[in-house]
């Protein structure tokens, strides 16, 4: 009889345990529940928050690049544009009403402004001015220097030229690959579906841009690399000459740049400038734990930016 009592008192205890147990992990599965949709909300409010911002900030970039077209008849590396935003709390830019310095005590801000016709335009190497669409000689050539200065496959080069002079044979545009022809790139990244392999692009997204129409140069933005890929037989002390001289005084005119040039040299002046029309805008916005990234390419025509 003594013993059945224990028996009982064991099982009771037992089942207190359990129960005890049992409501603990649905308290603390509630609890975790409850955690998870509150921080889901949380970075829902601030990733909206963030991404207000970034739409700000490109509406100031927009502002800067317009007055800079009022102000200037040339584009170079010595232009506020050209100037990186190191990260900056939001307190620099932002009124100090309550919710300004709530948000300014937590988020960083950071971007710059680049001239994206700094870059060969992978656009360039198609030559439309004809019937049928032909891949440029001038450009494959500056393309194939480049190429060979990074130390990458000439193949590629030439697989993804002859994609794209087939991207702009005539037809239907709006159902290209219907007929056999690949789809017009949007971006560098575009151009691995036309034969451009991942290391390609890796090297070259620095050095190259597609932009959806043709574009001039500007050799007071380019890069040393893009600048001997454009100068047939240049050496690198007449490319450093030429990166020296524009630092101290951008070229005002194309004549300025070819005046730099060894004697007998020949270039396309219809292919370089010194005014861009394209820039890229890149922002980040840091919000606690939180980053969110923009980029956008930016137009400008007179005082319009797009």
Known sequence: MIGNRHIQRG?????ALLLVAMVATLAGTAHWQQWRAWRSEALERDYAQAAWLLVGALDWARLIVREDGRASTTDHLNEPW????QPTRLSTFLDHSQDAEDIAAQALLSGRIEDAQGRLNWRNLVDTTGQMPRVSPLHRQRFERL???QGLPTAELQEVAEQLRRAWLP???SHPASDGRPLRPQQVRDLMGLGLSARSVSALE???VWLDRPTPLNVNTAPAAVLQAVLDNADGSTVQRIVQRRQRQPFTTVEDFLALLPAGTVLDAS???VTTQHFFVSGQLQLEHLTVQQRALLRRDGTRVQ
């Open 11 to 15: 099982a009771a205890l037992l089942l």
């Open 82 to 85: 050209a100037v990186p935003l």
């Open 147 to 149: 190429f060979q200065q």
């Open 171 to 173: 037809g239907s545009h």
């Open 206 to 208: 620095p050095l190259t």
């Open 271 to 273: 292919t370089l400038s």
